[in-house]
């Protein structure tokens, strides 16, 4: 069993939090852009009330642990790996919360080439548990607005975790899938899982607009957002979503698997 203390360790020797890859200058950024509602920030949270970017350096601070000064404008950001392993504990209780009442759940990512093997884990973990892992609107196409223009995607799942690849790229049934922020895919899934009466998932697991675009429409969502992805925070914040774990979503895809047996041996669905 990996301990609490080990965890903490590991999270700063791969730079899942400490000093973390992600510029100082990209978050600042971020921040700016959500304030001004910027939709490829947002990711599908619609704020209640007007984040301006200090106040959104406050909430960053606190959430993640980033510095607070906005006299900072270089260098590498920091989370603070206590604030990280709070969330974990917090993420792992919504897992064992849903596993235990066997609820259908929802997973995606909008960063497969790194999240992947995590969200396929709690899948696997939770279908055992008796949880339905739904995948609706399989194949079904997504048109997502990019910094290269109008992009026409697929839904997808791979081992019961949505993602999205580009319409021609002819690997349907592959790995790993596109990068995207967008809401539009959880969007689609949820609204082909009304249209056909159901079940509807009690939880949704995934980050970027995954999370968020669920979290907006009134289903409990949870996951990983780094230090400039504001969205998830402001959306915790503001009770869209349900947990954010401040962590970099963009390490080495192996340097995620001890979090993932800590959450599962918390949530009592370690195999």
Not at 169 to 185: D, K, V
């Amino acid at each position: 069993m990996l301990t609490r203390r080990a965890l903490r360790a590991h999270l700063l020797d791969v730079r899942l939090a400490g000093v973390v890859a992600t510029s100082r200058e990209v978050s600042l950024r971020s921040y700016r852009l959500f304030a001004a509602r910027d939709p490829r920030v947002l990711i599908g949270i619609d704020p209640e009330r007007d984040w301006g970017p200090r106040e959104l350096l406050a909430l960053m601070a606190e959430r993640c642990g980033v510095s607070a000064d906005p006299r900072r404008t270089a260098g590498q950001d920091v989370i603070d790996p206590d604030r990280t392993l709070a969330a974990l504990d917090a993420f792992a209780d919504r897992l064992a919360a849903v596993a235990q009442r066997r609820g259908p759940v929802l997973l995606g990512t909008g960063h497969p080439h790194r999240l992947l093997g995590f969200y396929v884990a709690l899948a696997e973990a939770l279908s055992a548990a008796g949880c339905a892992v739904l995948t609706p609107a399989q194949g079904r196409r997504v048109d997502i607005t990019t910094r290269f223009g109008l992009r026409t995607y697929n839904l997808d799942y791979v081992r019961g975790v949505a993602l999205v690849r580009e319409a021609d790229s002819g690997r349907a049934g592959g790995e790993p899938g596109a990068h995207t922020h967008s809401p539009l895919p959880v969007r689609t899934a949820l609204a082909a899982a009304a249209e056909a009466g159901g079940p509807l998932p009690e939880l949704v697991i995934g980050d970027h607009g995954w999370a968020c675009g669920a979290g907006q429409l009134g289903f409990e969502a949870i996951g990983p957002a780094d230090t400039d992805d504001p969205a998830l925070f402001v959306g915790e914040a503001e009770g869209t979503v349900s947990v954010a774990v401040p962590l970099d979503d963009a390490v080495r895809s192996e340097y995620y698997r001890p979090l993932t047996r800590y959450v599962l041996n918390r949530a009592c669905l370690s195999r």
